[in-house]
């Protein structure tokens, strides 16, 4: 072993070869699921969603008991979250064939799945994020391989059980949903790094998020939040205090979108502090805050483990400081933002920071100072009835995620706001992420298009529209619509039927086996000619002599029949071999040919 080189263990072993066998497995399924209709996808999603939804109370038990992250109930509400509303969200959504068309440019867009999707899933929110991953994946007609963080492996290996159960009864293929049993970081990352892997949806810490974009593949990671709340002078200061408090204590704070700090102006911050102290919020000392700062922040700025996901009793029990019974967050109240102030990075439990500005111009900067120190391109709030105040926020803040009057939380993710439901939220640029968005099926494929031309191409002038070219409808599967054409114009075509081979009845099919045993030298037993004679069988053509080595060319007529020994001289030889829709091919001969890629399809799957 190299000098320095990290040591493998066997586990490490054990999961890097794990990987490797699901990556394996996911892409062979992926050929089968790519050729699935819109029906046969929807009837497995709603049957995935539908089998998981009863267990969203066992799972969020086993989560809390297994990780020891969070509160029961608001874990079950993220578990119906994913399975409801983000179901509900993607059911109507076409993710299969002709998606979209522009008659006015005529252009057809058709939906091709990405590919396999490596989905890492966070011990913060464990089956949640598992229930998300999988139904987005399957809607996009990816097979998926799950790698769940270890200390929460057991939750999500249950939520995947039940939902791949449902949908092997609905139709998915084996393999097409998988999950890694031995879980390590050497075989986490062999995962994402796996040729077969086509995305890697990425949730955790920043390591493994940097991992996932080093992996030489498209990656949706996903940032740290340090979301920032802001309280204009115009707002409902009891509704924000309360709005930020829910917030940040639903499961104890652990999503990347809780809020972490609350910038309020100082015209209303005696109401404000009022305010958070009737719902729940209790301010800390400067003593005591510069002894929690101790305590929940590590020298690496990073939340204290032990703390993480815990609620403000039991964070004050460790802390020694005597709150009121029901408080629900602490406060901390802080003069600036950096490393000389460690509580103002992103906590992951029910803390917040506190500060105080003169108007929103000073609020406006305090907020974008938050998001620069761990937050960038994430998610904030601002509490206001201002417009003209809250547009300035929306142009000016480094945040994709800008919710107006509701708990930052539950806004980012599509609980309480019109954003696309979704428990992985892009950063864009600001955040190194590949997208802003919140990420859905959509982000899962590929598209194509179909773009009919519309404008002529000048010798000596400029373009001009082709004649005849008017926005006329573009055809529909199915339908007449624009295929009568104009006396112009050719008509449009419609989307091609996939070609139905007629059926190969017993007397042809006897006939070719026949005519296959006797060029390798093997006569039928007895003699016989099999079930019919030659006179009442139709004409079949001669079987085609395997071309001489030397030979690079396909036969110029496909092969009526392939065994398993063609495959391997056609690969001994590198020679490929031409089949059609009434070439026989035998099951072993088929994996082996496609695995290989030796065959070369006649018509419409060339």
């Not at 899933?121 to 089956?127: D, E």
């Not at 945040?399 to 706001?417: D, E, K, Q």
């Not at 864009?428 to 298009?449: A, E, Q, V, Y």
């Not at 072993?588 to 695995?595: P, S």
Request: with cysteine; hydrophobic share 40%.
């Amino acid at each position: 072993m190299a000098t320095g080189a990290p040591a493998q263990t066997d586990k490490d072993l054990a999961s890097i070869a794990e990987a490797r066998a699901l990556a394996r497995r996911a892409r062979a399924a992926q050929a089968l699921l790519a050729e699935y209709s819109q029906a046969q996808i929807d009837a497995i999603v709603d049957a995935m969603a539908a089998a998981v939804t009863p267990h969203a109370d066992t799972l969020a038990r086993l989560a809390v008991e297994e990780t020891g992250y969070g509160v029961v109930a608001d874990k079950v509400q993220k578990n119906l979250f994913a399975s409801e509303q983000v179901h509900a969200f993607i059911k109507p959504m076409a993710t299969v064939g002709v998606v979209r068309r522009d008659e006015a440019k005529r252009i057809v867009e058709i939906a091709e799945p990405f590919g396999v999707v490596a989905a890492i899933v966070p011990s913060t929110n464990p089956t949640s994020t598992a229930i998300y991953k999988l139904l987005i994946s399957i809607k996009a007609r990816c097979a998926v391989v799950l790698s769940p963080h270890p200390s929460a492996a057991r939750c999500i290996t249950r939520t995947a059980e039940i939902m791949h159960e449902a949908a092997r009864r609905a139709g998915l293929p084996d393999g097409a949903i998988g999950w890694m049993t031995t879980v390590t970081l050497e075989g986490t990352q062999e995962l994402m790094k796996a040729r077969e892997v086509s995305v890697i949806l990425a949730t955790g810490g920043m390591g493994l998020v940097r991992a996932a974009y080093s992996a030489g593949k498209p990656a949706y990671g996903v940032g740290p939040g340090n979301a920032p709340c802001y309280i204009e002078s115009s707002a409902d200061v009891s509704k924000a205090a309360r709005d930020i408090v829910t917030g940040k204590s639903f499961d104890n704070g652990v999503l990347c979108s809780s809020p972490n700090s609350v910038v309020v102006e100082r015209a209303i911050d005696e109401e404000a502090r009022r305010a958070f102290a009737a719902h729940g919020g209790h301010f800390l000392s400067a003593a005591q805050g510069e002894a929690l700062a101790k305590l929940l922040i590590t020298p690496q700025r990073l939340p204290n483990p032990a703390l993480v996901g815990k609620s403000a009793a039991y964070i004050a029990e460790k802390l020694g400081a005597i709150v009121p019974p029901g408080t629900r967050a602490l406060l901390v109240e802080l003069a600036g933002v950096g490393r000389d102030f460690p509580l103002s990075i992103e906590k992951l439990c029910p803390v917040l920071s506190y500060y105080v500005v003169s108007d929103w111009r000073e609020g406006c900067e305090r907020c974008k100072q938050i998001l620069r120190y761990g937050g960038m391109g994430h998610t904030m709030s601002i509490h206001s009835r201002n417009e003209a105040v809250i547009l300035e926020f929306g142009l000016h803040k480094p945040a994709f995620r800008i919710v107006v009057n509701t708990p930052t939380t539950h806004g980012s993710i599509g609980l309480t706001t019109g954003l696309d439901p979704a428990m992985t939220l892009g950063c864009g640029g600001f955040g190194g992420n590949i997208t802003s968005d919140n990420i859905t099926p959509r982000h899962l494929l590929n598209i194509k298009r179909v773009a009919y031309g519309i404008r002529e191409v000048a010798a000596n002038g400029p373009d001009r529209p082709v004649a005849g070219l008017r926005p006329e409808p573009l055809p529909v599967s199915g339908s007449p619509v624009g295929n009568a054409g104009t006396a112009s114009q050719p008509p449009l075509p419609r989307p091609p039927a996939r070609p139905v081979p007629e059926p190969v009845s017993a007397s042809t099919l006897s006939s070719r086996i026949d005519q296959f045993l006797a060029a390798r030298g093997v006569a039928r037993p007895g003699g016989g000619s099999g079930a019919t004679s030659a006179a009442s069988s139709p004409p079949v053509p001669a079987l085609t002599p395997p071309p001489a080595p030397a030979s690079a060319q396909a036969p110029a007529a496909p092969v009526p029949f392939v065994c398993e020994d063609d495959v391997r001289a056609a690969i001994r030889d590198g020679r490929k071999i031409l089949v059609g829709e009434r070439t026989i091919i035998t099951p072993a001969a088929r994996d082996a040919g496609e695995a290989a890629r030796v065959f070369t399809w006649e018509g419409w799957r060339l």
